[in-house]
């Protein structure tokens, strides 16, 4: 038998040394406590602080009306990407808004200023919307006019002022530094198997200016495709109503183009390269060549060239002039161009966390999170509208802005804009794309 005397002096000792822990417990080792500074900010994952909520009325989605630009072979993904000028538009314009198509060929773009949301309201459905991406106060519309009528329209924000409007084809975009707006359509051309995409690239700050088309008559480099425009009168109807500095490229599956800034464009393709400057508002063919044209936003472009034995090499070029500068040939391979792809010196990464030469970026976890977390409002969504089921079969939309600290969650019947946690991942990315 153990003495009472003893039990009671045991129980005595251990309430003081639970009380002791109560009382220390929150406080720091730092400070003498027995707790950590504080908690690993990724077991923190799952509570996150709402921005803002924007509640839609049935029927209404951020959903764009199924045109894409011409070097775009799927829908985006919508959860991915960083919200980088040179990626195909998504209906979540950074941490600032998002454009809804609704019933009755209506749509809107709604953007949170002020702790409120501003609406801009359109009697046609959007193709396309994008935010400027150096000051975010020009709003670029693509809308559709009727069935093979599109109308592109440049606004003030958050005044709503319309700057500019012209007919156009089914998307536009912006240069890479926020200064033009390229815009385009399809030609018709009599070569089977070939396309003429007419460009124009309209500036922001200025008059749109006299309407010019490149000629093609560059000394020393080869004559266009045959059907290429060179001259207004061979231009359709609606090419010559459409304003500002005008190019025709032949097009091809699998072709791209950037415009990195408001005078500098590239084109790539199976059938070479072509860089291209504005001149007196008119574009000039800069140089032309063989080879694989790839971008690696936003310091330089890539060329991937065959040898003239055998092999190819490789260079790269600033965006804003040709200079192309050979790679090592021990470097490693360039990974397939992506729009999702955030380029660096000596390395690359993704939304989705995968790299290239890229060793410093922690995990992307958050999106899972996100995604588990707002499951039960898009299950109580789900019994309330008819409609969710048909839009998010299997869970809440979710797409994070990761370098703005800021995601959006469609649950169905609402939109969220939630803040992150502020992982290293966050951090880290934020430093490196801003």
Not at 74 to 81: H, L, R
Not at 151 to 160: D, I, K, Q, Y
Request: charged content about 25%; aromatic content about 10%.
């Amino acid at each position: 038998m153990i003495p009472q005397r003893y039990i009671i002096a045991t129980l005595f000792i251990a309430a003081m040394l639970l009380l002791f822990a109560v009382v220390q417990a929150p406080r720091p080792v730092s400070a003498g406590g027995v707790a950590a500074a504080e908690t690993p900010a990724i077991m923190n994952l799952g509570g996150y602080e709402t921005l803002a909520e924007l509640r839609m009325e049935d029927g209404w989605a951020p959903r764009f009306q199924g045109t894409q630009d011409p070097d775009q072979s799927e829908a985006w993904p919508f959860e991915g990407g960083f919200g980088t000028p040179w990626e195909p538009a998504s209906p979540y314009l950074g941490d600032q808004g998002l454009a809804l198509n609704g019933p009755g060929g209506r749509s809107e773009v709604v953007l949170w200023r002020g702790l409120e949301w501003r609406r801009y309201r359109f009697d046609a459905p959007l193709c396309s919307a994008r935010l400027d991406p150096v000051k975010g106060n020009r709003l670029l519309v693509t809308l559709q006019m009727g069935s093979t009528r599109f109308e592109t329209r440049l606004l003030e924000v958050p005044e709503g002022r319309v700057i500019w409007s012209t007919q156009s084809g089914p998307w536009s975009r912006f240069s890479w530094d926020g200064k033009a707006a390229l815009l385009g359509f399809f030609e018709k051309v009599e070569t089977r198997g070939e396309s003429s995409l007419l460009l124009s690239v309209l500036p922001l700050e200025s008059d749109l200016g006299e309407a010019t088309l490149a000629t093609w008559d560059e000394p020393g480099l080869p004559s266009p495709a045959r059907g290429i425009a060179t001259k207004p009168e061979a231009l359709s109807e609606d090419g010559r109503d459409l304003p500002g500095a005008r190019l025709a490229l032949p097009w091809r599956g699998g072709d791209r183009l950037w415009l990195p800034q408001v005078d500098r464009l590239w084109h790539g393709g199976a059938q070479g390269w072509t860089a291209w400057s504005q001149e007196g508002g008119r574009w000039r063919r800069e140089a032309t060549g063989p080879g694989l044209l790839a971008a690696h936003p936003p310091q330089r472009m890539a060329l991937a060239a065959p040898r003239p034995d055998e092999g190819m090499v490789r260079r790269t070029s600033p965006v804003a002039s040709v200079a192309w500068a050979p790679v090592a040939e021990d470097s490693l391979p360039w990974p397939a161009w992506d729009a999702a792809w955030a380029w660096r010196e000596n390395g690359a990464f993704d939304a989705w966390d995968q790299r290239w030469n890229e060793s410093t970026l922690p995990p992307e976890r958050q999106r899972q999170a996100l995604f588990e977390a707002y499951r039960p409002e898009w299950r109580t969504a789900l019994s309330l509208r008819a409609s969710v089921k048909g839009w998010l079969p299997r869970g809440p939309e979710v797409a994070v802005r990761e370098p703005l600290g800021a995601a959006w969650i469609w649950v169905g019947d609402r939109v969220l804009l939630v803040r992150l946690v502020e992982v290293e991942r966050v951090r880290t990315l934020k430093k490196l794309l801003r």
